[in-house]
């Protein structure tokens, strides 16, 4: 259980929402806001930074980042999640998120674009005052490689998105700053590659920065998420480098048990590459997430944990092979006693499976006087995700006898002492391609993947289809950019195609 008091190593992380608060109502628009203030050049010392940082850490929590928006977005689009709850409770985000019926003006996607920006504006601000210091000591230049980590971070979310989108790489001034037609998917790509190469070659090595802050941005998160967006280009070479830079790194592993990932006491474990980091004490501090309680159980009394939405439906259930100790530690049962906390959900809820990915633990739900995980750390990047990823492209570069490696490391930690989930042996490059697209559908399994997984090894028309979600289309691959954005550039911004 997390410790209760918060400690040095929270406070770096955490204090700077006290200062700096939430980032403001989910439904404002981000061409909205004005400048908070301004600071000239003069004003700024080596050092100055570090409050600012805190603001980035803070602005994780925002809801388009970490809470319903961003679930919606990545992951109950997928074709073994479903949008959940009951069939009353959003049945208009159940059109557009399961069904593909994208509306140009619904708060999720208008609140997940704002939030992306209003981030990347935070992270602005602590990139354009660091490169303004005459002459800036190793603090600072570690501060601006964190926000140009976060900077590509969110750019990288907003690419898969919407595809082009404003490139905006200055802090907002004006109002006016804001207003930019869109940019190519390339261009995009090609800050999102200068920022990570920036980052991981400033950012400590050390996870945790030696222990000393937990879910603090190393250069492992910056390799990791290079990989993650050589992935989506398919630039195997780079990819693979990429992934091994943080195998070799030697300061990730996969010795926690899969069915302890998630649990409250693993939080910032070796498998957490980047890891939102939340903390919550009733009636004291509130610096949780929502990532919990969006997912968390829709019942009533001691089970009503959460709104119940993004759950696991019959397709993720089958895709286990038997004996599979993963499907166990993925799925929440409705009507059945459910490890590791021995309850017993109640039967008659309004859908058969729930995310266990997000099960909180009764004991702090009972010390902290609430059911709805404010507490809850949301791992974003796995070392497992890594891993497959290095396996990928290993087969696709003809590496066969290293992509297996790879693929087993993964089964191996998954299988435990169990006499399940056979070593994968053929040599095979398109068997081997499936065999690792499949590792990773339930292994990342509710973690947000699937979606983007889908797309970018261009199958997402017929497993969609195939799962039933027959309204998608190729345009669908991209969100439409919210009409209300359009509406206030003037018509500097251009719908996306077919919207």
């Known amino acids: 259980m997390k410790n209760r008091n918060i400690s040095k190593i929270n406070r770096f992380l955490l204090i700077g929402a006290l200062a700096i608060g939430t980032l403001g109502s989910c439904k404002k628009d981000f061409l909205d806001r004005l400048p908070q203030g301004r600071m000239t050049e003069d004003d700024l010392t080596a050092g100055a930074l570090e409050s600012k940082v805190f603001g980035l850490y803070s602005g994780l929590r925002n809801e388009a980042i970490s809470g319903l928006p961003y679930i919606a977005v990545h992951n109950i689009r997928a074709d073994d999640a479903d949008k959940g709850s009951l069939p009353s409770d959003g049945a208009d985000a159940e059109a557009i998120f ?8 619904f708060w999720l996607i208008n ?20 490169e303004a210091i005459e002459a800036p000591d190793d603090a600072t230049m570690v501060n601006i490689a964190e926000a140009k980590f976060f900077r590509a971070f969110a750019y990288f979310n907003l690419v898969r998105a919407f595809g082009e989108v404003p490139l905006i790489t200055n ?43 937990p879910g603090r ?36 592993d996969l010795s926690v ?70 499907k166990d530690a993925t799925l929440l049962y409705t009507g059945r006693i459910n490890a590791p906390y021995n309850e017993t959900l109640p039967s008659g809820l309004p859908r058969p499976y729930w995310n266990k990915k997000v099960y909180t633990d009764p004991a702090i739900r009972r010390s902290t006087g609430s059911r709805q995980g404010e507490w809850f750390n949301f791992r974003v990047i ?10 990928e492209a290993a087969n696709e570069l003809g590496q066969t006898e290293k992509a297996l490696n790879y693929l087993e490391l993964v089964r191996s930690r998954a299988r435990g002492t169990a006499d399940v989930l056979p070593r994968v042996t053929t040599t095979a490059q398109a068997a081997i391609r499936n065999a690792i697209r499949h ?23 017929q497993t969609l289809h195939a799962a039933g979600k027959t309204g998608y289309q190729i345009r669908n691959r991209y969100l439409p950019i919210p009409q209300t954005e359009i509406d206030k550039s003037g018509g500097v911004l251009i719908q996306n195609p077919d919207y």
């Open 257 to 326: 048990p899969f069915n302890e990932i998630f649990r409250e006491n693993r939080e910032n474990s070796k498998e957490s590459v980047f890891e939102i980091q939340a903390f919550y004490e009733q009636g004291t501090t509130n610096l949780g997430l929502t990532y919990a309680s969006r997912q968390g159980v829709r019942g009533s009394g001691e089970w009503d944990l959460g709104w119940g939405w993004n759950v696991p439906n019959e397709i993720l259930a089958g895709a286990f092979e038997e004996g599979d100790p993963r």
């Open 171 to 213: 802090k907002i001034v004006e109002t006016t700053d804001a207003v930019k037609p869109k940019s190519t998917i390339d261009e995009i790509y090609a800050l999102i590659d200068k920022d990570l190469e920036e980052a991981a070659a400033i950012l400590p090595a050390e996870k945790d920065w030696g222990g000393t802050y």
């Open 111 to 130: 609140s997940y674009w704002s939030g992306h920006y209003t981030f990347i504006n935070l992270a602005n601000i602590v990139i354009d005052d660091g």
């Open 382 to 391: 796995r070392y497992a995700d890594v891993v497959l990823l290095a396996a």
């Open 98 to 105: 399961d069904n593909f019926q994208y509306s140009t003006d």
């Open 217 to 252: 941005i190393t250069k492992g998160a910056a390799n990791a998420l290079q990989a993650k967006t050589f992935a989506a280009r398919k630039r195997w070479s780079s990819m693979l480098a990429a992934a091994e830079s943080v195998i070799n790194s030697g300061q990730y």
């Open 439 to 461: 590792e990773r559908q339930v292994e990342l399994g509710m973690e947000n993947e699937r979606f983007f997984d889908l797309v970018r090894w261009e199958i997402d028309v």
